[in-house]
């Protein structure tokens, strides 16, 4: 359904579709973005802004992205808000223009560094994996500030990993949100889990063998957060070492008390018309949420 045209363009137009997606993201516009993030304040969670869209098909398109975010970063320094910004390249032009998306990256995490902050780069379907790590590379050898979004499906982020520890990278490990092919990722949860935990520990180790690794733990799954903690201490590291990092309006309630319990949260907030892909990957990832989003069907 992520991937239909036909639905792309009708969907979003449904008043009750605009009403489900309320829960994942507090607003269609940036400032409702920036709003919800002071409200994080008080519980000592810290956020990251997304612009939701991809795969643009006019290069202008990107280049107004581009703007935007720079625009963006401005407002999240002058408000004080400890908040960093998490780009996708095919929504930079990426498509049509590689090197025009990694100018526009350049630019967006020069003004990171202004303010101390790290420019985030997803991770999109498989097709682009091999590009989002050579451009990344390219990136972070001239800005440090720069991090990368790597997926425990898939059977090469092991020796991906590998190559990045030397370079001192910011890691945000995620389980991988595409539907991808059981020849190049892992397909059930208990084989991905698991996957993950050892990812999130080679990083770990990374840290101990002396590279300096920022790491992102992008997931809902408390389960697998604490059991790496454990593994951090065990490495004499602690829960400190990592972000644990969820997206607006899932598991709010275990934001909170993570937080509470000492560990760095950082809560992804969306914003943007652009939301009918991503929103239907959310659905996709639980069952219970179509039924919720079918439940806006009722007056
Ligand atoms: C900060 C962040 C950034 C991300 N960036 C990327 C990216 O760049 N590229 C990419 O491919 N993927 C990205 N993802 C998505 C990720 O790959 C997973 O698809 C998504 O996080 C669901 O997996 P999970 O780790 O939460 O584990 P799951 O095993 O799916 O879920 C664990 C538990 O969390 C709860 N939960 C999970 N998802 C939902 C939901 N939608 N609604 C309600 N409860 C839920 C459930 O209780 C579930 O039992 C990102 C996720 C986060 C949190």
Same mark, same amino acid.
């Given at each position: 359904?992520?991937?239909?045209?036909?639905?792309?363009?009708?969907?979003?137009?449904?008043?009750?579709?605009?009403?489900?997606?309320?829960?994942?993201?507090?607003?269609?516009?940036?400032? @409702?973005? +920036?709003?919800?993030?002071?409200?994080?304040?008080?519980?000592?969670?810290?956020?990251?802004?997304?612009?939701l869209?991809?795969? &643009? %098909?006019?290069?202008?398109?990107?280049d107004?992205?581009?703007?935007?975010?720079?625009?963006?970063?401005? %407002?999240?320094?002058?408000?004080?808000?400890?908040?960093?910004? @998490?780009?996708?390249?095919?929504?930079?032009? #990426?498509?049509?223009d590689?090197?025009? @998306?990694?100018?526009?990256?350049?630019?967006?995490?020069?003004?990171?560094?202004?303010?101390? *902050?790290?420019l985030?780069?997803?991770?999109?379907?498989?097709?682009?994996?091999d590009g989002?790590?050579?451009?990344?590379?390219? +990136?972070?050898?001239?800005h440090?500030?720069t991090?990368?979004?790597?997926?425990?499906?898939?059977?090469r982020?092991?020796?991906?990993?590998?190559?990045?520890?030397?370079?001192n990278?910011?890691?945000?490990?995620?389980?991988?949100?595409?539907?991808?092919?059981?020849?190049?990722? #892992?397909?059930? *949860?208990?084989?991905?889990?698991?996957?993950?935990?050892?990812?999130?520990?080679?990083?770990?180790?990374?840290?101990r063998?002396?590279?300096?690794?920022?790491?992102?733990?992008?997931?809902?799954? &408390?389960?697998l &957060?604490?059991?790496?903690?454990?593994h951090?201490?065990?490495?004499? +590291?602690?829960?400190?070492?990592?972000?644990v990092?969820?997206?607006?309006?899932?598991?709010?309630g275990?934001?909170?008390?993570l937080?509470?319990?000492g560990?760095?949260?950082?809560d992804?907030?969306?914003?943007?018309?652009?939301?009918?892909?991503?929103?239907?990957?959310?659905?996709?990832? *639980?069952?219970?949420?179509?039924?919720?989003?079918?439940?806006?069907? +009722?007056?």
């Open positions: 359904m992520a991937r239909n045209p036909w639905l792309r363009d009708r969907l979003p137009r449904l008043r009750f579709a605009r009403r489900a997606v309320r829960r994942f993201m507090p607003g269609e516009d940036a400032e @409702s973005a +920036l709003t919800a993030a002071k409200g994080f304040e008080a519980d000592g969670i810290t956020v990251m802004f997304t612009r869209g991809e795969n &643009v %098909t006019k290069i202008e398109e990107g107004v992205v581009a703007e935007h975010y720079l625009g963006l970063m401005d %407002t999240i320094a002058e408000r004080g808000l400890d908040g960093e910004v @998490s780009v996708k390249l095919t929504q930079l032009g #990426y498509d049509i590689r090197d025009r @998306s990694l100018a526009h990256c350049e630019r967006l995490a020069e003004k990171a560094a202004l303010s101390g *902050r790290t985030w780069v997803d991770m999109e379907g498989s097709d682009y994996v989002t790590i050579d451009l990344y590379e390219r +990136l972070h050898a001239a440090a500030n991090g990368i979004c790597l997926q425990a499906y898939l059977h982020t092991a020796a991906d990993i590998q190559r990045l520890l030397p370079q990278p910011a890691v945000r490990l995620v389980k991988g949100a595409y539907a991808e092919k059981a020849t190049i990722a #892992y397909q059930k *949860r208990p084989e991905v889990d698991a996957n993950y935990v050892a990812l999130a520990i080679a990083m770990l180790e990374g840290i063998a002396g590279h300096t690794v920022t790491i992102g733990l992008g997931t809902h799954d &408390v389960e &957060v604490e059991q790496i903690a454990e951090a201490v065990a490495l004499g +590291l602690d829960r400190r070492a990592f972000e990092e969820m997206l607006y309006g899932i598991r709010s275990e934001q909170r008390r937080a509470k319990a560990y760095r949260v950082r992804l907030i969306a914003y943007g018309e652009a939301w009918y892909p991503w929103y239907m990957r959310r659905l996709a990832e *639980r069952p219970a949420n179509v039924l919720f989003a079918l439940r806006q069907l +009722l007056p």
